[in-house]
DNA sequence: ATTATTGTATTAAGCGCTTGATACAAGATA
DNA sequence: TATCTTGTATCAAGCGCTTAATACAATAAT
């Protein structure tokens, strides 16, 4: 695995990210169980203390809970999941948003670029914790 | 003025985009006086090294000069402000797209949101460099 | 000529992040 | 029972960011 850590912040603090993304787009999922945490250390090349922190992070939040001696594991409230998928989008979106507005740019050239960028690349639809009564179906 | 920094990443790295950010839209316009480092660690709140930093690496990617003694300048060269705006959009919109696409949603549903979100706050034009031949019109 | 203003450089201190090493607690496993 | 595996805690070292204080260089302003 190339690092996937830039040096503009803490790794601790993007392991969070990444973590939650395994979360919400289902990678590690509801109910399953994490890697340890001297896995994690490996897999991604930093300090067990490092990655302990960051899961700690998430415990925090109820994302997943640790039992003593048998691991660690994603929470089944598949709520609380949908919850952090949208809290992580809306995040994106309105700093996307606010962005492209400091540079000046206004409601329709920012969605006019945005849907040039993607409709050119195509990216498929993969979540794997869906609303109530929504199906997965595949745009294209 | 409220602090705009987050503890996320180093302060001089964030002025370095809200400095790119005046740039790009015209708030220190092209061939322009920029403020004094002691003035600016001042409206910041920051220390005159900590906005130095930053000046110097715009320095560094030729959008600022300095004169001694008179002071520092935008650089005069509207190309290269445009070339500053289109890239901080482009890194904006590829950054999103991804964290999107990470997030397990699909090219539709990204475009949808986005429009939700962008059509619900209104974002005004305010480019102050355009392309050549490019008119200023405003949006609402 | 003198003073003020500007960018720039240096130093020391404090703090947070990261690492490496080590150790302990407690359930799982042999 | 003994060992392994797990999460957890602690410590010291190194490094980068930030601040404060200070000084210098060079031009503008008086």
Redesign the interface.
């Known amino acids: 695995m190339t690092d996937p850590f830039d040096d503009?912040?803490?790794i601790y603090?993007q392991l969070v990210i990444i973590f939650k993304?395994k979360i919400?787009?289902?990678t590690w999922p509801v109910g399953g169980r994490v890697d340890t945490v001297r896995d994690l250390a490996v897999q991604f090349r930093v300090n067990p203390n490092t990655v302990q922190r960051a899961l700690a992070e998430l415990e925090r939040e109820k994302l997943v809970f640790s039992e003593r001696t048998s691991g660690r594991f994603i929470t089944s409230d598949e709520d609380t999941v949908r919850g952090v998928?949208d809290h992580?989008?809306n995040l994106?979106?309105?700093?996307?948003?606010d962005?492209?507005?400091?540079?000046?740019?206004?409601?329709?050239?920012?969605?006019k670029?945005?849907?040039e960028?993607?409709?050119e690349?195509?990216?498929?639809?993969?979540?794997?914790v869906r609303e109530k009564g929504e199906e997965k179906h595949?745009?294209d």
């Not at 962005?99 to 969605?111: E, K, Q």
């Open positions: 503009k912040s803490p603090l993304e919400a787009n289902g998928r992580l989008a994106c979106i309105r700093e996307y948003a962005r492209m507005s400091r540079l000046g740019y206004g409601s329709d050239v920012i969605l670029m945005t849907e960028y993607i409709r690349k195509r990216f498929s639809d993969n979540r794997g595949d745009f």
